[in-house]
Antibody
Framework: QLQLQESGPGLVKPSETLSLTCTVS??????????WGWIRQPPGKGLEWIGS???????YYNPSLKSRVTISVDTSKNQFSLKLSSVTAADTAVYYC???????????????WGQGTLVTVSS | SSELTQDPAVSVALGQTVRITCQGD??????ASWYQQKPGQAPVLVIY???NRPSGIPDRFSGSSSGNTASLTITGAQAEDEADYYC????????????FGGGTKLTVL
């Protein structure tokens, strides 16, 4: 059974870079047809897609975050990572990683999701 | 357009049928997916594609679409269905990107 687990610091200072890693177990991150995505959820608010990556390194990003986001993949470790630069309090959220499946078109649905990790931006 | 609109809250009597809707221009071109999220938990996929349920999702959950509106229907709502529900789809403008609806809080009375 495929499982995803987020890891990284729970507290980041304003203006610094948020860095998270998602470890995939029970399956290969190099499987074709799958992208791997990051989604976040500010406390008490809705879901926001951050971006998704293919094992080859091909990426899609949310235009509203694109200037600050880098998503990378390490197939040897079965991991993919998120870096979000110049963070502010508005970036405080639970960050989820998820497998991003495609149907007749790329970027379809997310399944399964990691448990999520809360990242707080505060000095 | 890069927006999906959901009603903030919906209620249903135990055992009755409820429909949760999601509106957006992208839904004329792409299917909506639906996620259930209970407090303190990660979202769980309940419907994807035209009307597909992942393994383990009860058959009381179904999806449909017409024009710019996608719907998630729960036939015979149970107490455990009380949760937040989110839709998402591909955006139909410009480069490929993903959008989520704002979520609907379902209360089972």
């Amino acid at each position: 059974q495929l499982q995803l687990q987020e890891s990284g610091p729970g507290l980041v200072k304003p203006s610094e870079t948020l860095s998270l890693t998602c470890t995939v177990s029970g399956g290969s991150i190099s499987s074709s047809s799958y992208y791997w995505g990051w989604i976040r959820q500010p406390p008490g608010k809705g879901l926001e897609w951050i971006g998704s990556i293919y094992y080859s390194g091909s990426t899609y990003y949310n235009p509203s975050l694109k200037s600050r986001v880098t998503i990378s993949v390490d197939t040897s470790k079965n991991q993919f990572s998120l870096k979000l630069s110049s963070v502010t309090a508005a970036d405080t959220a639970v960050y989820y990683c998820a497998r991003h499946l495609s149907g007749d078109y790329v970027l379809g649905w997310f399944d399964p999701w990691g448990q999520g990790t809360l990242v707080t931006v505060s000095s | 357009s890069s927006e999906l609109t959901q009603d903030p809250a919906v209620s249903v009597a135990l055992g009755q049928t409820v429909r949760i809707t999601c509106q957006g221009d992208s839904l004329r071109s792409y299917y909506a997916s639906w996620y259930q999220q209970k407090p303190g938990q990660a979202p769980v996929l309940v419907i994807y594609g035209k009307n597909n349920r992942p393994s383990g999702i009860p058959d009381r959950f179904s999806g449909s679409s017409s024009g710019n509106t996608a719907s998630l229907t729960i036939t015979g709502a149970q107490a455990e269905d009380e949760a937040d529900y989110y839709c998402n789809s591909r955006d139909s403008s410009g480069n490929p990107q993903v959008v989520f609806g704002g979520g609907t809080k379902l209360t089972v009375l």
